[in-house]
């Protein structure tokens, strides 16, 4: 990928201080995926700068597309898909710092934090200003106990100071759409999704929407006319360094703990062969008993 948006979506948690280990579980991590679904990814006249996976479904409809690597229903995007469902779970839990209004978003400026709206969410001509640090994150969370969606139509997410858009992320207990009709007046698209359900993207016909972020749904992923530039994964403790990778220490000594990294997938892609401790005692020389 030639061009893709720095430091991982999954990584904004630990910005904050909130929860460990945002981006990785035993399974997996969500590595280079831009777009990951449970069931199906419909793609129309669009671009998807990263790879596509999907699982336990298999339905990938290219039309007219142009996409990175798809992995449908094997190992990898298995690994990747429940990267994705152990994150979203974590951030269900995630506390807030603040419940905000519709009535107040057009005149508000959003500086870093947890936002939550406790209900279904439908932004109309409206622009959100995100304004913060490049290292700053933001987390907004909709709908609760299983409901509430994500609509948004001619609607805009920008970036305001240094904040980076792979610092956002949109989590929906149901679905979000988003939809740009008005061509000629571009509205972008700032922040990744964590859906409960599907995602659905529209462009403007022969104006594309432009997205900047990473697009997970539990079920499909449907893009019309869209360009998205998708968040590269980590496969660590996520500290960004805000200089357009994400990148951490993979201090892989013994006796400090497993950091979750792997230098070089010296691993080959199944975490028991990690070069990373899990588990053993310090050796002399090296590592003794771990890595079973």
């Known amino acids: 990928m030639t061009s ?6 999954i990584a904004l948690i630990l910005a904050i ?3 460990a280990g945002p981006t990785a579980n035993a399974a997996g991590t969500t590595g280079s995926f831009a777009v990951l679904a449970g069931t199906a990814v419909d793609c129309t006249t669009s671009t998807i700068d990263g790879d596509v996976g999907i699982y336990p479904g298999t339905a990938f409809t290219p039309s007219t597309c142009v996409f990175g690597t798809v ?14 469902l152990a994150q979203y779970a974590r951030l269900a839990a995630l506390k807030c710092d603040d419940n905000f209004a519709v ?5 508000r ?7 939550c709206f406790d209900a279904a969410l ?16 933001w987390i907004f969370k909709i709908g609760t106990g299983g409901t ?19 610092n956002v ?17 571009p509205h972008p698209w700032a922040g990744s999704i964590l859906a409960g359900t599907a995602i659905s993207m529209t462009g403007a016909a022969g104006d594309r929407l432009t997205f900047a972020g990473n697009a997970f749904a539990k079920t499909a992923v449907t893009m019309t006319d869209v360009t998205l530039t998708g968040c590269e994964g980590s496969t660590g403790n996520g500290h960004g360094n805000g200089n357009g990778k994400d990148k951490q220490k993979c201090n892989q000594g013994v006796g400090n703990g497993p950091e979750l990294c792997d230098p070089g997938n010296s691993n080959q892609g199944d975490p028991s062969r990690s070069n990373d401790e899990l588990g053993g005692t310090p050796g002399n020389p090296g590592r003794r008993g771990g890595n079973k």
């Open 103 to 107: 009535a107040t978003l057009a005149s």
């Open 109 to 115: 400026t959003f500086t870093p934090g947890v936002y």
């Open 169 to 185: 992320t949109w989590w929906t207990d149901e679905a979000a759409t988003i939809t740009d009709s008005e061509a000629g007046t």
């Open 4 to 9: 893709r948006v720095a430091i991982a979506t």
């Open 122 to 137: 439908t932004l109309t001509n409206v622009t959100l200003t995100l304004e913060g640090p490049a290292n700053g994150s």
């Open 17 to 19: 201080g909130t929860i």
């Open 148 to 166: 509430g969606a994500l609509t948004s139509t001619n609607s805009s997410v920008v970036m305001a100071g240094a904040g980076n858009p792979c």
């Open 71 to 84: 992995h449908a229903g094997d190992g990898v995007a298995q690994q990747a898909v429940q990267a994705f």
